[in-house]
């Protein structure tokens, strides 16, 4: 299937400071990309959805100038988690869509990122 | 999209078929069964869909009950790797339509 990586893996930094995350497509352009978080125990919440060069669309209760999206290029992109404090600890997932007609089985999911606020 | 309910959690013996069931009572005629998994601390893995008729692939099988209403799926052989959070979505399929995850049921796999 498909490969979707993120960068880093695990992060940790100070309250306040800016974290930017990477999803990347490596073998196919995904001109759609989503946006997970998810805490422990919890199940995966759709955070946004983040289109090749427009602007992310983001679920209800999601603050955009804080979780910032860019999606520069059909296999990239970011989210970069602004002023961060210790609730935003959390996984953070990617998942790319694979422009292929047809084909349901059309998103892959990164192995997720651990964000860690102290 | 129609709402999933599913067991919380699940026991299963190695070597022996898990068989996890969904309910989707409120399923539309255009919405499609998926089914994820989640491995600890990884990113979720695609196993299988379906829409009326069951389906079989390397990994697992689905079973569609006639009305629809609910579903199972089966690991004929499971082993100690399976033991992960499975998801029951279900959604119409069309172009860039977002998956959004249920509680899902914690199936653990014991030697």
């Known amino acids: 299937g498909a490969v979707v990586s993120q960068h880093p893996s695990r992060v940790i930094c100070k309250s306040g400071t800016s974290v930017k995350i990477e999803c990347r497509s490596l073998d196919f352009q995904a001109t759609t990309m989503f946006w997970y978080r998810q805490f422990p125990k919890k199940s995966l919440m759709l955070m946004a959805t983040s289109n090749e060069g427009s602007k992310a669309t983001y679920e209800q209760g999601v603050e955009k100038d804080k979780f910032l999206i860019n999606h520069a290029s059909l296999t990239l992109s970011t989210l970069t988690v602004t002023s961060a404090h210790p609730e935003d600890s959390s996984f953070y997932i990617c998942s790319a869509r694979v422009p292929t007609g047809g084909n349901h089985n059309e998103q892959f999911f990164g192995p997720g990122t651990r964000l860690t606020v102290l | 999209d129609a709402k999933t309910t599913q067991p919380p959690s699940m026991d299963c013996a190695e070597g022996r078929a898990a068989n996890l069931p969904c309910n989707h009572s409120t399923i539309s005629g255009n919405e499609y069964v998926y089914w994820y998994r989640q491995i600890h601390s990884q990113g979720p893995q695609y196993i299988i869909h379906g829409l009326k008729n069951n389906e079989t692939n390397e990994m697992a099988s689905l079973i569609i009950t006639e009305d629809r209403k609910s579903s199972t799926l089966i690991l004929p052989h499971a082993t100690l790797r399976d033991t992960a959070v499975y998801y029951c979505?279900?959604?119409?399929?069309?172009?860039?339509?977002?998956?959004?995850f249920g509680a899902g049921t914690i199936l653990r796999v014991k030697s």
């Open positions: 979505i279900v959604r119409v399929w069309e172009y860039g339509n977002k998956l959004v």
